[in-house]
């Protein structure tokens, strides 16, 4: 029996949020950035604990690349995407795929026995929230899986592929696999800055791949982030650093690099190296404060809301506004997560 096929194969780690609000305490205790997302260190292992404890949470499937593929599978006709990344053998797993088959993802783990799923402590404050991600079996994955013989017809089948930046702190292997394949065939690699952090300490990494990109998103602070490690001139000016992402070399030159970096409610700046000196600029509709209850996965919507159009053979133009009602529709929601029954988002 042939394999099944599926447009979009994503990658990354695997997370179960642990959503808290009102954590301005939290915030203090652990000195933690209100719009922040980062690794936990030592100092921050207690976190997991006490928020489970000692605070009302939500628990919601989430990981960055997982988030957007569910907000692709949101837009896309059934059986469209699929997703990878390493799970434990445990209820966190069993949650993250009951979240994915509910959304129309499937789930293709590679699942360590012993190990632990990772999870992220979302601390919400306001419009914000921070991230506090303890990667766990997330952080083992193995480029073996990919070459494995359920996951293998899945890389070969798919038309674009999406890995966020996250993955790079442990998966440059895979994630070179997978860019490269995709250069070769001349199918649609796409990447998510992720975080600050990801230009500023995994640099080297970052750009290795980068020549392989068709797609990169980020938003204005992973912007910045990378403005500064690459030395440019003027870190805040959105469309000079998407010039510069844009113009870098590029491996299958026959597609140009689309940019897109977003600015939450301010706009979205997209640079196409097909016309680098005319950056677009696309406003976003503004939502009254009483219709956001929580930011957190907002720009992963807007990514796999975007992907999503795109492999619908939608323009860039198209593809910006689809991925402004996913991130919006989110921001209406607790965590991650979009409308159920769902809404028309791509008419």
Known sequence: MAAPTYSLFAMGNPLLDIQVTNGDELLKKYKLKPNDAILAEESHAPIYDEITTKHKVTYVPGGAAQNAARGAAYV???????????????DLAHQLRA???????????????????GACAVVLTNHDRSLVTTLRAAEKFQPSHLSSSSIAPLVE?????YVEGFFLTHGIESTLELAKKAAAAGKVFAMNLSAPFIPQFFKAQLDSVLPYCDIMIGNESEAESYATAHGLPSPTDLPAVAQSIAALPKTNASRPRIVVITHGAESTVVVSSADVQNPKTYPVAKLSADKIVDTNGAGDMFAGGFIGALILGRTTDEAVEIGHRAGAMCVGQVGPQLKWPKEDVIS
């Not at 896309?76 to 445990?90: M, R």
């Not at 509910?102 to 590679?110: C, N, R, T």
């Not at 089948?157 to 592929?161: G, Q």
């Open 76 to 90: 896309l006709p059934p059986n469209s995407v699929v997703y990878t990344g390493a799970v434990g053998e445990d």
């Open 99 to 117: 979240g994915n088959q509910k959304e129309g993802v499937e789930s293709a783990y590679y699942v360590l026995k012993g190990e632990q799923t």
């Open 157 to 161: 089948h798919a038309k674009f592929f």
